[in-house]
C-alpha cells in the first residue's frame, strides 16, 4: 500500500483525499489543515487524520475543538508521497518536502520548474515513474491535452486555435468576480495556457485566449483544429474511444455546461463532480482542412484522476494503462 498524505485542504485536496481512500493499493496517511473551519470539523466527522504545519496551528485547532494527530514531521514519518494541494504556495513548501525526503506531486498553478516534469496520464504517464517530484497541469491543460492528443493521433492536429471561457472562481467563492462582466484574462495575446500544453505535449503548434465569466461551475473551451485528415466522423470515433472524454449530444438536452453537472449528480459523482472533459458531439465538424468543437470542462474536479495515476506512475507502477483503467474504475468513469 502506498502512503498518501495531501497538503492543502480546498477544492482539489479534499477530492483527491477522497479519491486516495478509493484506491486498493493506497492507503490516505492524513492531511494537513492550517485554519479551524468548517472543512477541519467535516474532515474529522469522516474520519480523516489532521495534521497542522506547525505547533501555533495545533493549538488554534485544538482550541476550537478539532483532534490533531500531530505535526508535518509525525505526517511524513508515516507517508511515502505528498500531494501538495496548496494554493500556489508549492515553492514554500517544497524546501519542507526536500528535508523530509518526501516525494511530492504538485498541482497546476505552480509553474513546470517546480517538478521539471508534467503530466497528463494519456499524454505522458511514464515521464513521471519514479520520479521524485511532479507537477500535475491544470484543469484547462489537462482538457486540452487530453483531447488534443486524442486527435493528434486519429487526424493528425497541424495546428490549433483555442479559446477558452473561463468560470470565474469556484462554487463556495464568494470573494471574488466578475458578477455583471466579460474580462478578457489576460488581454494581452496569447494567453499562458499554450505554453502550459506544451509542458506534455512538447512541439503542439496551439495558440490560446481565455476570457472570464460570471459562472462557478464549468469552463468552455471551443477549438478550430487544423489537421492532416479532415474527418469528422474519424475523430468522433477517436473521442468515443478514449479514457476520460465523454461525447455529449445537445439534441438529448445537453445545451450547456450546467446540463454536463446535472449528468454527474444524476449518476451519483461524489459532489457532482465530471472528471472527463465533456465534448458537444454535434459540434464536432470539419469545413476544409478545419476541424471544430466546443468541450466542457468542470474544473474542480478533472484533475482529480490525474494526480492518482501521477502518484502511481512516481511510486513505481510502470504501465499506463493499469494505472488509468484503476483510477476510472473506482472513481466510477466507464472508460
Ligand atoms: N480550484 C480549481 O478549480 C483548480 C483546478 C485545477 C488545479 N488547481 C490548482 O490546485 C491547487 C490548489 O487549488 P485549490 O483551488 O484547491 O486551493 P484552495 O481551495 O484555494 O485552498 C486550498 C487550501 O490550502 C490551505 N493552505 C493555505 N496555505 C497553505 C500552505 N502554505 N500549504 C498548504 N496548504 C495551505 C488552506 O486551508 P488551511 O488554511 O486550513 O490549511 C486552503 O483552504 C492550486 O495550484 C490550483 O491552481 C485548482
Known amino acids: 500500500m502506498v502512503r498518501v498524505s495531501v497538503n492543502g485542504y480546498g477544492t482539489i485536496g479534499r477530492r483527491i483525499a477522497d479519491a486516495v481512500k478509493l484506491q486498493p493499493d493506497m492507503e490516505l496517511a492524513g492531511m494537513v489543515k492550517r485554519t479551524p473551519d468548517y472543512w477541519a470539523f467535516l474532515a474529522m466527522q469522516k474520519g480523516i487524520p489532521i495534521f497542522c504545519p506547525d ?10 475543538g478539532v483532534k490533531v494527530e500531530g505535526l508535518l514531521e509525525d505526517l511524513f514519518a508515516r507517508s511515502d508521497i ?7 504556495k508549492g515553492e514554500e513548501n517544497k524546501p ?19 517538478a521539471g516534469v508534467s ?7 511514464l515521464e513521471a515513474v ?3 517530484y511532479v507537477r500535475v497541469v491544470s484543469c484547462n491543460t489537462t482538457a486540452l491535452a487530453r483531447v488534443l492528443k486524442t486527435l493528434d493521433d486519429a487526424v ?10 473561463r468560470r470565474a472562481t469556484d462554487p463556495e467563492d464568494c470573494a471574488k468576480g466578475p458578477i455583471d462582466s466579460v474580462v478578457p484574462d489576460p488581454v ?3 494567453s499562458h495556457h499554450a505554453d502550459d500544453v506544451r509542458t506534455v505535449m512538447p512541439g503542439m503548434d496551439l495558440t490560446t485566449m481565455a476570457v472570464k465569466v460570471p459562472t462557478t461551475h464549468m469552463h468552455l473551451h471551443a477549438l478550430a483544429l487544423k489537421v492532416k485528415e479532415p474527418d469528422a466522423g474519424k475523430a468522433v470515433s477517436a473521442l468515443l474511444g478514449a479514457p476520460r472524454i465523454l461525447l455529449f449530444e445537445s439534441k438529448k438536452g445537453y445545451r450547456s455546461t450546467a446540463n454536463m453537472i446535472n449528468y454527474a449528480r444524476e449518476i451519483g459523482r461524489p459532489r457532482g463532480d465530471l472528471y472527463e472533459v465533456g465534448v458537444w458531439k454535434e459540434s464536432v465538424k470539419v469545413e476544409g482542412d478545419w476541424l471544430y468543437l466546443f468541450m466542457g470542462v468542470h474544473q474542480e474536479s478533472i484533475v482529480v484522476p490525474e494526480n492518482i495515476d501521477c502518484v502511481r506512475a512516481m511510486t513505481g507502477e510502470e504501465d499506463a494503462s493499469r494505472s488509468i483503467q484503476m483510477t476510472n474504475k473506482t472513481l466510477g468513469m466507464v472508460k
Do not use: W
Not at 55 to 64: G, K, M, V
Not at 96 to 114: D, R
Open 55 to 64: 505547533p501555533a496551528a495545533r493549538t488554534r485547532l485544538e482550541r476550537a
Open 82 to 88: 505528498v500531494v501538495d494541494c496548496s494554493p500556489e
Open 96 to 114: 519542507l518536502y526536500e528535508s523530509a525526503g518526501m516525494k511530492a506531486v504538485f498541482q497546476g498553478g505552480e509553474v513546470h520548474s517546480i
Open 119 to 125: 503530466f497528463v496520464a494519456q499524454c505522458n504517464y
Open 130 to 132: 519514479g520520479r521524485q
Open 156 to 165: 493528425g492536429v497541424e495546428k490549433g486555435i483555442a479559446t477558452l471561457v
Open 188 to 190: 494581452e495575446l496569447p
